[in-house]
């Protein structure tokens, strides 16, 4: 006579399997989410660095086009725009390389250029090179309008030139405030130094001797 035997299912070991198994997909999923984000954080931080070295170039090559077209005004008036008086340097600044700004008179005297001037009105620079704010008419006849040249951060590029009676820098003071968009107050003298330029705010201004 065949004895039918029934033997209890061994549960323990597959249930105790399979929770090592789901335990180690887990363990893989959150392996694979780490390298994720570690590969995430390069890529943004490589992006980044591109990205402000890109930026920081630009900058310097516009610093470079607005320090040409000050030449140009030197060579024709003998003397860079001056900021000397009440005005937003940087209005001063693009006025002048805009054409609305002349030396004139005797004694001469740096002032804005009369809408009714015979003169020609000839723009040293191109807008359309650099970055501004501000509006340019189209009509170079037309005065601008709080015009000031930004950098690739969105700040206006620093000017100056005979700021002061304790000026004594023989050239124009011309640097972007960089990435964080802060730098120190320039010295009354104009002297545009090393250890001005070491300063911890000034840390990241850009000229084009940099």
């Known amino acids: 006579m065949n004895t039918l035997i029934i033997r209890p299912k061994n549960t323990f070991f597959k249930t105790s399997f399979k929770r090592k198994e789901v335990a180690f997909t887990i363990v893989e999923l959150l392996v694979v989410l780490a390298v994720i984000v570690i590969l995430a954080g390069i890529t943004f931080g490589t992006a980044t660095g591109v990205q402000t070295a890109r930026m920081k170039a630009t900058a310097r090559a516009e610093i470079m086009l607005i320090s040409q077209s000050l030449e140009r005004f030197h060579s024709i008036y003998g003397d860079y725009p ?22 004139k008179g005797k004694p001469l005297k740096f002032v804005d250029r009369s809408p009714r001037s015979k003169l020609k009105v000839e723009a040293l620079i191109d ?7 501000g509006d340019v008419p189209e009509d170079i006849k037309r005065k601008p309008v709080n015009v000031r040249f930004t950098d690739p951060w969105g700040q206006p590029y620093v000017y100056a030139y005979k700021d002061s009676k304790e000026w004594n820098n023989y050239a124009f003071v011309l640097y972007s405030k960089g990435p964080d968009g802060v730098a120190e107050l320039l010295p009354t003298d104009g002297v545009y130094n090393q250890n001005y330029k070491n300063l911890e705010t000034n840390i990241d201004n850009i000229n084009i001797q940099d």
Not at 87 to 94: G, M, P, Y
Not at 127 to 133: F, G, H, L, N, S
């Open 82 to 103: 001056i900021t000397a008086g009440p005005e937003d340097n940087a209005i001063t600044l693009s006025k002048a390389l805009l054409g609305w700004k002349e030396f």
């Open 127 to 133: 807008p359309t090179k650099v970055r501004y704010e």
